[in-house]
């Protein structure tokens, strides 16, 4: 079973999505299995990372700016080469195990749609899958 949804970003963020996951997860009515998280956008990219503290989403999105800062030698005629490498370091997908109906995510883990070049309307996936 595929959920699709949209989403609305800034020009960029960490948007907490676990609440989509859950939802997709006992839609299907899956106990036990997987859940892939898919964005199909190369400068937007999927993680799982810490909810409790939002220094940390503001800390990692501060990291990958300065280990991908906008450069002028940088040849991409739209000039968001740095998103395109930010989102190719983070991915555009998570597998999240299925268990007893509930994602199997720690305690301080959130999935998390990565946006590094809007604001868009942005489309992401999730797909159940029963093992």
């Known amino acids: 079973m595929i959920f699709e949804h949209k989403l609305e970003t800034p020009a960029e963020a960490m948007i907490s999505i676990t609440k989509q996951v859950k939802e997709a ?7 036990d299995g997987i859940c892939v998280v ?26 990958l700016a300065n280990a991908f800062p ?34 199997l995510l720690g305690v301080w883990q959130d999935t998390y749609f990565c946006e590094f070049d809007g604001p868009r309307t942005r489309t992401f996936y999730i797909k159940v899958i029963e093992c």
């Open 70 to 103: 906008r450069l002028p030698a940088f040849r991409h005629d739209e000039g968001n080469s740095a998103a395109h490498l930010k989102a190719s370091a983070v991915g555009s997908s998570a597998v999240v195990p299925i268990a007893n109906g509930r994602p």
């Open 25 to 31: 997860i006992a839609q299907s009515k899956v106990t």
């Open 38 to 63: 898919y964005c199909p956008h190369t400068t937007a990219g999927i993680t799982i990372n810490e909810n409790s503290d939002p220094h940390v989403v503001q800390d990692i999105l501060l990291g």
